[in-house]
């Protein structure tokens, strides 16, 4: 089973940018489709984008299209959200998701992700 802590958090201005990475341990992240969510206070937890476990397929919430990119690094067995001119709506705590799945679906869904890191922290001021 995989095992997932996320880093790259942090306290930035409307219009940053930050790297927010998820490490993986005991099983390679090729075995597993990958996903960030957010949540912010008082709010549900939130689908932001996903990687299907072939690295061919990714797919983003709209608020995000165009600014986030996920990726994967298989040399280093972590999956990354880059996110661009963030704005105070991103404000959230980023959890890295992932499951398995031997299928081409790619899933926006939290009930589909077996395994959840603890989140990192993300605050964007104006």
């Known amino acids: 089973q995989v095992q997932l802590v996320e880093s790259g958090g942090g306290s930035v201005q409307a219009g940053d940018s930050l790297t927010l990475s998820c490490a993986a341990s005991?099983?390679?992240?090729?075995?597993?489709?990958m996903g960030w969510f957010r949540q912010a206070p008082g709010k549900e937890r939130e689908f932001v984008a996903v990687?299907?476990?072939?690295?061919?397929?990714?797919y983003y919430t709209e608020s995000v299209k165009g600014r986030f990119t996920i990726s994967r690094d298989t040399g280093k067995n972590t999956v990354s959200l880059q996110m661009n001119s963030l704005k105070p709506e991103d404000t959230a705590v980023y959890s890295c998701?992932?499951?398995?799945?031997?299928?081409?679906?790619?899933?926006?869904?939290?009930?589909?992700?077996?395994?959840w890191g603890q989140g990192t922290q993300v605050t964007v001021s104006v």
């Open positions: 005991g099983r390679t992240i090729e075995e597993y489709t």
């Open positions: 990687i299907l476990w072939n690295g061919k397929t990714t």
């Open positions: 998701g992932a499951y398995s799945t031997p299928y081409y679906y790619t899933s926006a869904l939290p009930t589909d992700f077996q395994l």
